[in-house]
């Protein structure tokens, strides 16, 4: 296994800096943190790791190239890690990686980090699937230009009555929401608003949130519907992640 995983992921440059194994609480499947160095990414990268480079990405920034191939390579390792085949992963219509039916996948990009959260399918197929989000803190004037569009009144005041540092806060109620939308996003199948869920619980023990629905988005996934998210911080970022049920 171990052999296999070196011949993989070494490179011909210093693109990747290391591949890393990343503990998710409750997560029984594999997430792996690829750190890489953008000033090192080249095309031929791709070619490397059996992939041209995407047609939806031939207009794309150095950077924005960089981040998806480390993701890439981020769910190669992911799949070896379960004892799977690694396989290509296209982009599908609206730019989501298109998972093969057999595991259920996210990915999220941070800085010089690409993480991917991956498990086998259960069987049966589970409602919710798994995301995952990545977010450096969000600082205070940064804060006051996203709250309108990320959270209610009602949830900041939620916040701010169960974190002591609101930076903080806000980034877990932020980095939460995109988890969920990466977790429902399979089953709904299109895109919903920040203020189409809200936050209707925080357990700061369990480091825990618990999301609502406020519009029907699927025949399964109607208002009131609740879902958990987990988080934890780590250095100056907080990592969140849908379990799936």
Known sequence: MIQALAGILSTPSNFVVANEAVELSGFKGACCRCRFETTQYTDALFYHYQDAVPAALLNATKVRKAEFLAGRIAARHAFIQLGIT??????????????????????????????????????PKPLISIGIDVESIVHA??????????????????????????????????????????ALYPAVGRYFDFLDVEISAINISKCELEIRLLIDLSAQLLRGHTVTVHWKKEANTVISWVLPY
């Not at 396989?87 to 690409?114: E, N, Y």
């Open 141 to 182: 004037a940064d804060h006051a230009l996203l709250s309108p569009s990320i959270a209610s009144r009602k949830e900041l005041d939620t916040m701010t009555a169960n974190f002591l540092d609101n930076e903080y806060g806000f980034t877990v109620v932020f980095s939460a929401k995109e988890a969920l939308f990466k």
């Open 86 to 123: 690694p396989q290509a992963i296209p982009i599908a219509r609206h730019r989501q990686p298109l998972w093969p039916a057999t595991v259920l996948a996210s990915i999220s990009h941070h800085a010089d980090s690409a993480f991917c959260m991956m498990m086998p399918t259960p069987s």
